[in-house]
Nanobody, 118 residues
Framework: QVQLVDSGGGLVQPGGSLRLSCAAS????????MGWYRQAPGEERELVAT???????IYADSVKGRATISRGNAKNTVYLQMNNLKSEDTAVYYC????????????WGQGTQVTVSS
């Protein structure tokens, strides 16, 4: 079992920046990947960025060049730095952790609201 607590959202003006944080507890040694997803009202949840334990990163096209995902030294934290925020970045952002074995287990944070508005 993995528990995730994400934080760092808020109201940001267009062009601004913010940093989201996610702390994992529990079976953190088994985590293969951690990342961020987001869900805007009326939309499906979508990938923002993810990073595997081996360091492979994947970004959504919509955030490439504006977002940076990173893991903490203890590997139980993941951060998402987002710059040049746009109104279309407004969404609830969720941290996700993945454990792969004979099946894939996924765990989610509670979500943190990011609102980009002037």
């Amino acid at each position: 079992q993995v528990q995730l607590v994400d934080s760092g959202g808020g109201l940001v003006q267009p062009g601004g920046s913010l940093r989201l944080s996610c702390a994992a507890s529990g079976s953190i040694a088994s985590i293969n990947a951690m990342g961020w997803y987001r869900q805007a009202p009326g939309e499906e949840r979508e990938l923002v960025a993810t990073e595997t334990t081996g360091g492979l990163t994947i970004y959504a096209d919509s955030v490439k060049g504006r977002a940076t995902i990173s893991r903490g030294n203890a590997k139980n934290t993941v951060y998402l730095q987002m710059n040049n925020l746009k109104s279309e970045d407004t969404a609830v952002y969720y941290c996700r952790a993945e454990i792969r074995g004979w099946r894939t287990w996924e765990y989610w944070g509670q979500g943190t609201q990011v609102t980009v508005s002037s």
